[in-house]
């Protein structure tokens, strides 16, 4: 199977190339690298001409993080897509390999959450048998093309930032597909500060998370896990002096209220659940 690995950038160029370089470095021979310069006003072209054997995609305008991994899936012809973040590289040359082994040997997958390290998690850990988990994270995870399309690929969110990962997987868990972690299979995020702001970004993740709720939780759960959400994200806030950013997500969340009935398409009572258990328990 063909593998894409799609790497999405702005304003990244000090730390670009190491994600570059260690996608180039992975052992698997069927596999394409592509880039895309979400309208980066830094050095990144410079970086580009670096590694002429890369695609690259350029926006002119910032289409942000989801319209930038959807035209790469979209418009690719490979069977897989490893998404892998600007900040983020691997570790030891085999990840890729190690996943498509798993989607060959297991047609019911259709995504695989890969162990993420950072620097407040720097330890690897030994490989073990792949489980069952409830999303991935977007630095570093496998798709399986062809059921991505069937459920519509990554749908947008009110805010720029947070939920897309659960949102599409809750959509695939609906739909009979499963998604595994990798336990030991590990990616490296940085969590480079640079090109964020943390009060944006958490409201934006307030915003989204209200909204994923809004959009896919079926009734009559709809009328308290909303409201629960909500308490949840102000507790938060207080607790953890982003109480300002917090009330900002909320109040663009209820503007949004009139787009988001338009697109709430809830998942099945037993999938709703289920994702909620494996989520609790860290399954």
């Known amino acids: 199977m063909k593998v894409l690995i799609g790497i999405t950038t702005h304003n990244r160029a000090d730390i670009l190339a190491k994600s570059i370089q260690s996608a180039l470095a992975q052992d698997y021979p069927d596999k394409e690298i592509a880039v895309f310069d979400d309208a980066s006003s830094d050095d990144t072209p410079r970086v580009r001409a670096r590694f002429p054997m890369v695609s690259w995609y350029r926006a002119e305008r910032n289409m942000g993080l989801l319209a930038a991994r959807n035209k790469m899936m979209r418009e690719t012809d490979a069977?897989?897509?490893?998404?892998l973040d600007d900040d983020a590289w691997f570790l030891?040359?085999?990840?890729?390999?190690?996943?498509?082994?798993?989607?060959?040997?297991?047609?019911?997958?259709?995504?695989?959450?890969?162990?993420?390290?950072?620097p407040?998690?720097?330890?690897?850990?030994?490989?073990?048998?792949?489980?069952?988990?409830?999303?991935?994270?977007?630095?570093?995870?496998?798709?399986?093309?062809?059921t991505v399309?069937?459920?519509?690929?990554?749908?947008?969110?009110?805010?720029?930032?947070?939920?897309?990962?659960?949102?599409?997987?809750?959509?695939?868990?609906?739909?009979?597909?499963?998604?595994?972690?990798?336990?030991?299979?590990?990616?490296?995020h940085d969590r480079t500060m640079l090109a964020r702001d943390s009060a944006s970004q958490h409201a934006s993740g307030v915003c989204n998370d209200l909204s994923f709720a809004f959009?896919?939780?079926?009734?009559?759960?709809?009328?308290?896990?909303?409201?629960?959400?909500?308490?949840?994200?102000?507790?938060?806030g207080v607790t953890h002096d982003l109480l300002k950013p917090c009330l900002n997500g909320i109040r663009v969340f209820f503007r949004r209220i009139p787009e988001l009935i338009l697109t709430r398409k809830p998942v099945r009572t037993a999938v709703y659940k289920e994702f909620r258990r494996r989520r609790q328990s860290n399954v």
């Open 79 to 83: 069977d897989l897509y490893f998404s």
């Open 92 to 118: 030891n040359g085999d990840e890729v390999s190690r996943g498509v082994a798993v989607m060959n040997e297991r047609s019911e997958v259709a995504a695989l959450a890969y162990d993420i390290l950072s």
């Open 120 to 146: 407040d998690r720097p330890n690897p850990i030994e490989r073990g048998a792949p489980r069952k988990t409830h999303m991935f994270i977007g630095c570093g995870h496998m798709l399986r093309l062809s």
């Open 149 to 188: 399309a069937g459920v519509g690929y990554y749908t947008p969110s009110p805010g720029m930032y947070g939920s897309e990962e659960q949102d599409l997987c809750i959509r695939l868990l609906d739909q009979g597909s499963e998604i595994l972690f990798l336990p030991g299979v590990h990616v490296w």
């Open 215 to 236: 959009r896919r939780s079926p009734f009559p759960m709809f009328f308290w896990i909303v409201p629960a959400k909500m308490l949840s994200h102000i507790r938060f």
